[in-house]
């Protein structure tokens, strides 16, 4: 086991409140660095088709300009890859998206859509972008994930956070589990993240596969009280603690 578990901080929702208002703050790029001054491994943001957050011009912004490696999260369409290819991140983490939906809600077909993700995948790497795919803790999804050549899978742990938060999550951690076992026996490295907190980020953390979690809304919300510096510090102290 690596016992330092990357921490990927995901700013979308700094960009979510500065919208509310169409100005400038809070400015996503100050977050960034922010995060790296708090001990992030990476900064995680997601361009919607809708720019309901992010947009172009925060990665732009951000892009080049801070000291973190910067983790696109993209859907697999021709002007995200375009995107991607421009600005060429240190990592791309392909997610399904249904403009309808509040967040991400499922992870992505990679078994069922292998010939539409196949070129997606291999002009990423080409460009010598780090590929991962967003996916249920399946096998089949995880097998998928080896077959198209991507070298990092996601797992989905919002099932398992829900799971949490109705008191018996039991069953999803042990999916996790299996997961993060089987990915790494097909040679990926595994990542996790989606609804983690304080509460129930341990028993992910402490699954000895993980190389990486991204967290995003929860550290945004917590930084209203106690800011994001703090936010980020305790969430990196309970990941540790969970590691240790
Ligand atoms: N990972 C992926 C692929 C996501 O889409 C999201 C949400 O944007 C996250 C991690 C972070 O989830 P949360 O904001 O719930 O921490």
Redesign the pocket.
């Known amino acids: 086991m690596n016992r330092h578990l990357r921490l990927?901080v995901?700013i979308?929702?700094v960009a979510t409140i500065r919208n509310a208002r169409g100005g400038i703050h809070p400015c996503p790029k100050r977050a960034a660095e922010i995060a790296a001054a708090a001990g992030a491994d990476g900064i995680?943001v997601?361009l919607r088709e809708d720019r309901r957050h992010i947009t172009d011009a925060d990665l732009d912004a951000l892009s080049g300009s801070i000291s973190l490696p910067i983790n696109l999260?993209m859907a697999a369409t021709d002007e995200m890859l375009a995107i991607a290819l421009a600005h060429k991140p240190h990592a791309a983490?392909i997610?399904p998206e249904r403009r309808a939906e509040r967040?991400?809600e499922g992870g992505l077909d990679a078994a069922g859509q292998h010939n539409a993700l196949q070129p997606i995948v291999s002009r990423l790497k080409d460009a010598g972008i780090r590929v991962s795919l967003?996916i249920a803790p399946e096998a089949r999804q995880l097998e998928a994930a080896a077959r198209l050549g991507a070298p990092v899978v996601?797992l989905?742990?919002?099932p398992y956070?829900h799971a949490f938060d109705d008191g018996d999550a039991a069953a999803e951690l042990e999916r996790l589990a299996r997961a993060a076992e089987h990915g790494a026996s097909l040679g990926l490295e595994i990542?996790?993240?989606?609804?983690?907190?304080y509460a129930n980020v341990g028993p992910v953390a402490a699954l000895p596969q993980l190389a990486e979690?991204?967290?995003?809304?929860?550290?945004?919300g917590e930084a209203v009280f106690v800011g994001l510096d703090a936010a980020i510090r305790r969430m990196r102290a309970e990941m540790d603690a969970a590691r240790a």
């Open positions: 990927g995901n979308d929702h995680t997601h999260e983490c997610v967040t991400t967003f996601e989905h742990t919002g956070a990542h996790a993240g989606h609804g983690l907190t979690l991204n967290i995003g809304h929860f550290l945004v």
